[in-house]
């Protein structure tokens, strides 16, 4: 069933336009471009039950409090997605997790542009998170 879906949403994608940089159909990854909404490198999971995107944003050289506050307060804003931390604390992360069964064109592509409308909206905050502190 995986299989399909994994045809599916790369179909999606392709209707979608975006540029499939990688697509590794044994392990269910995709790996998507569209430069103009400032998405590059988007990494797509197939995995039934749940389609997990990720895109990473940035290095935090000098995370604190207030960025984390900021970036917490952003979600609220986020249609569809969240911010994200890795393991570090460091690397900024987009994730969205969609249930894949039932996915639509329409709901991917919501999902799609809530990241992009996130990078034009918040760039210039996340310009600022991922300079280091001076002294």
């Known amino acids: 069933m995986t299989h399909d879906y994994f045809l599916k949403i790369n179909a999606y994608l392709l209707e979608l336009g975006f540029d499939i940089r990688h697509a590794d159909e044994q392990a269910h990854l995709l790996v998507v471009d569209k430069p103009e909404l400032g998405i590059r490198n988007l990494v797509i999971g197939c995995g039934d039950p749940l389609l997990i995107l990720e895109q ?55 999902c799609i542009n809530s990241l992009g409308l996130l990078l034009s909206e918040f760039a210039d905050e996340l310009i600022q998170f991922s300079k280091p502190l001076t002294a």
Request: charged share 25%; hydrophobic share 40%; glycine share 4%.
């Open 56 to 110: 990473y944003l940035l290095e935090l050289p000098a995370p604190s409090l207030d960025i984390y506050r900021q970036l917490l307060q952003k979600n609220r804003d986020i249609i569809h997605g969240a911010f994200a931390l890795d393991d570090t604390g460091r690397r900024l992360i987009f994730r969205d997790t969609l249930q894949i069964d039932s996915l639509t064109l329409p709901e991917l592509e919501a």
